[in-house]
């Protein structure tokens, strides 16, 4: 058995940006010691990081989704030619 795995990638917002948020999220996670499991999930940067990789813009994301099935279709296509 073979396995082919595909990645998609749609940009969001500016890298800088994307940044802030991941770095913003991870010393949160990795130093907050403060904090117990349940507040390290509700924190903030929890929320900033998943808004950098997914806008909540209902048209951006049925145009990401939309996309999506368009290149993943194409890569299946080309793999079964």
């Known amino acids: 058995m073979v396995w082919t795995s595909i990645?998609?990638?749609?940009?969001?917002?500016?890298?800088v940006k994307v940044l802030q948020a991941s770095r913003a999220e991870n010393r949160w996670t990795q130093?907050?010691?403060?904090?117990?499991e349940m507040d390290a999930r509700r924190?903030?940067?929890r929320?900033?990081?998943l808004r950098a990789f997914n806008p909540k813009d209902v048209?951006?994301?049925h145009k990401?989704?939309?996309r999506g099935r368009t290149?993943?279709?194409?890569a299946r296509s080309d793999l079964r030619a």
């Open 43 to 45: 924190h903030w940067s």
């Open 7 to 15: 990645t998609q990638e749609f940009g969001t917002f500016k890298p």
């Open 59 to 61: 048209v951006w994301q």
């Open 64 to 66: 990401i989704t939309s």
């Open 31 to 36: 130093w907050g010691l403060h904090m117990n």
């Open 47 to 49: 929320e900033q990081m």
């Open 71 to 74: 290149v993943f279709n194409t």
